[in-house]
């Protein structure tokens, strides 16, 4: 058995209860006339659009809620608070700016029964409506970048999108905007972001503005960072042997030896030299210098700022010999035509050690000319090729020429 007291409080609990729901039905039944007063009713307007399309908007409103008193049956009174029941204003009709005292309509739900509820009273009984012009201002979009990027990545160009947002309202109110900006701030990136991220209104004091009233054609921004590898690159120079020199006869400089590279990690990696062209040893006498662009493939950006190289060469380790040739022959003479050298003898310069110099002999030289791309009569210099039979350690330097008269066979 439960104790005496709380079975007390048990049966002082259904009293109650029965006794309230025999009052709610005996309300409900009769459905006697009460009433009832609401404050904090909130204010709508309707026709904004039609305002709008005449280049006008609303400024203020004054109140912003209203109360309300209400006299009816029970039934229909009781349901009426301020979460289902609201006031319009309509401002379709406005066509100047200024200020306006407007009437209002009371919105009720569905569940009630109009007819059975008159309104006895609102406090205020109109709302003042300050209609101004609209204005608006395209204002870009400032891309800010306030994070850090890993060692050995660089951020590239920070693309917005759309690249301007158009803000309305009164010009008194646009104005107080005065920078909009996009901010990123991840740090030690080391991928590329892409994503959308909220607009930042700035006033003129750098702090955040007050957009409230303002109408914006976008609060958010897609934006995209690429990150990329950076890689320092040596320059190189490829040389093709010739004129008795090789590789090993040389001594190189290039300036820049190296510059930085950006680019996808997956080609970067492969990456280990850039190539700026070759030369031919063969037509390197003495002292060479000259400047070479750089290029690099699709995908792949030079952010050191310099887009040429200087190459200085010279041979080292050989010397020169000057020899006299006669031994010139003509070789494809064009049909209908007869060629004669009016060239008789050229020296040309041979290049090795000295030792293999001193074996070359005259007859171990012969020049020849071809003459396939001649088609008319007359003198002509056209380059004749050396060949030497004399071993690998000599060579010709520079070019040969010979000079030839075409007449008609």
Request: glycine share 6%; charged share 25%.
């Given at each position: 058995?439960?104790?005496?007291?709380?079975?007390?409080?048990?049966?002082?609990?259904?009293?109650?209860?029965?006794?309230?729901?025999?009052?709610?039905?005996?309300?409900?039944?009769?459905?006697?006339?009460?009433?009832?007063?609401?404050?904090?009713?909130?204010?709508?307007?309707?026709?904004e659009?039609?305002?709008?399309?005449?280049?006008?908007?609303?400024?203020?409103?004054?109140?912003?809620?209203?109360t309300?008193?209400?006299?009816?049956?029970?039934?229909?009174?009781?349901?009426l608070n301020?979460d289902?029941?609201?006031?319009?204003?309509?401002?379709?009709?406005?066509?100047?700016?200024?200020?306006?005292?407007?009437?209002?309509t009371?919105?009720?739900?569905?569940?009630?029964?109009?007819?059975?509820?008159?309104?006895?009273?609102?406090?205020?009984?109109?709302?003042?409506?300050?209609?101004?012009?609209?204005?608006?201002?395209?204002?870009t979009?400032?891309?800010?970048?306030?994070?850090?990027?890993?060692?050995?990545?660089?951020?590239?160009?920070?693309?917005v999108?759309?690249?301007?947002?158009?803000?309305?309202?009164?010009?008194?109110?646009?104005?107080?905007?005065?920078?909009v900006?996009?901010?990123?701030?991840?740090?030690?990136?080391?991928?590329?972001?892409?994503?959308?991220?909220?607009?930042?209104?700035?006033?003129?004091?750098?702090?955040?503005?007050?957009?409230?009233?303002?109408?914006?054609?976008?609060?958010?921004?897609?934006v995209?960072?690429?990150?990329?590898?950076?890689?320092?690159?040596?320059?190189a120079?490829?040389?093709?042997?010739?004129?008795?020199?090789?590789?090993?006869?040389?001594?190189?400089?290039?300036?820049?030896?190296?510059?930085?590279?950006?680019?996808p990690?997956?080609?970067?990696?492969?990456?280990?030299?850039?190539t700026?062209?070759?030369?031919?040893?063969?037509?390197?006498?003495?002292d060479?210098s000259?400047?070479?662009?750089?290029?690099?493939?699709?995908?792949?950006?030079?952010?050191?700022?310099?887009?040429?190289?200087q190459?200085?060469?010279?041979?080292?380790?050989?010397?020169?010999?000057?020899?006299?040739?006669?031994?010139?022959?003509?070789?494809?003479?064009?049909?209908?035509?007869?060629?004669?050298?009016?060239?008789?003898?050229?020296?040309?310069?041979?290049?090795?050690?000295?030792?293999?110099?001193?074996k070359?002999?005259?007859?171990?030289?012969?020049?020849?000319?071809?003459l396939?791309?001649?088609?008319?009569?007359?003198?002509?210099?056209?380059?004749?090729?050396?060949?030497?039979?004399?071993g690998?350690?000599?060579?010709?330097?520079?070019?040969?020429?010979?000079?030839?008269?075409?007449?008609?066979?």
């Open positions: 058995m439960k104790p005496i007291k709380e079975r007390k409080w048990l049966y002082v609990l259904l009293s109650v209860l029965i006794a309230t729901t025999l009052w709610l039905f005996v309300r409900m039944d009769e459905d006697p006339e009460m009433e009832k007063r609401e404050r904090y009713i909130p204010v709508i307007t309707s026709g659009r039609v305002l709008e399309s005449q280049g006008l908007m609303i400024d203020q409103m004054d109140p912003s809620d209203v309300l008193v209400w006299k009816g049956n029970w039934r229909e009174v009781s349901q301020r289902n029941v609201s006031v319009s204003v309509d401002v379709s009709k406005i066509t100047e700016p200024g200020e306006y005292e407007l009437e209002f009371p919105n009720y739900p569905a569940t009630v029964v109009t007819s059975a509820v008159s309104l006895q009273s609102s406090i205020p009984q109109t709302v003042k409506i300050t209609v101004a012009k609209i204005y608006s201002k395209p204002m979009i400032q891309p800010v970048f306030k994070g850090s990027v890993e060692d050995g990545y660089q951020a590239g160009e920070f693309i999108e759309p690249e301007q947002v158009q803000i309305s309202g009164t010009q008194e109110m646009v104005d107080t905007i005065h920078t900006q996009v901010v990123l701030e991840q740090k030690k990136m080391k991928e590329s972001f892409s994503g959308e991220l909220e607009l930042q209104f700035l006033g003129e004091d750098g702090k955040p503005a007050d957009t409230t009233g303002l109408r914006l054609s976008a609060e958010k921004a897609s995209y960072m690429p990150i990329v590898v950076v890689k320092d690159v040596p320059l120079i490829d040389f093709v042997a010739g004129g008795g020199a090789t590789k090993d006869n040389v001594k190189f400089k290039i300036e820049p030896a190296s510059i930085m590279v950006s680019g990690e997956e080609v970067l990696e492969h990456l280990d030299r850039i700026l062209g070759s030369i031919d040893l063969a037509q390197v006498i003495g060479y000259e400047e070479y662009p750089i290029y690099l493939s699709a995908g792949l950006e030079n952010i050191s700022g310099t887009d040429k190289a190459v200085d060469v010279s041979v080292s380790g050989l010397v020169t010999k000057n020899v006299e040739v006669e031994n010139i022959e003509l070789i494809n003479v064009p049909k209908g035509y007869k060629a004669a050298l009016v060239t008789q003898k050229r020296t040309i310069t041979l290049r090795g050690t000295q030792q293999a110099l001193d070359v002999l005259l007859p171990q030289v012969r020049m020849i000319a071809d396939s791309e001649l088609a008319a009569t007359g003198s002509y210099n056209v380059p004749a090729k050396v060949y030497l039979y004399a690998n350690d000599v060579g010709v330097v520079g070019q040969n020429n010979v000079v030839v008269k075409l007449t008609r066979g």
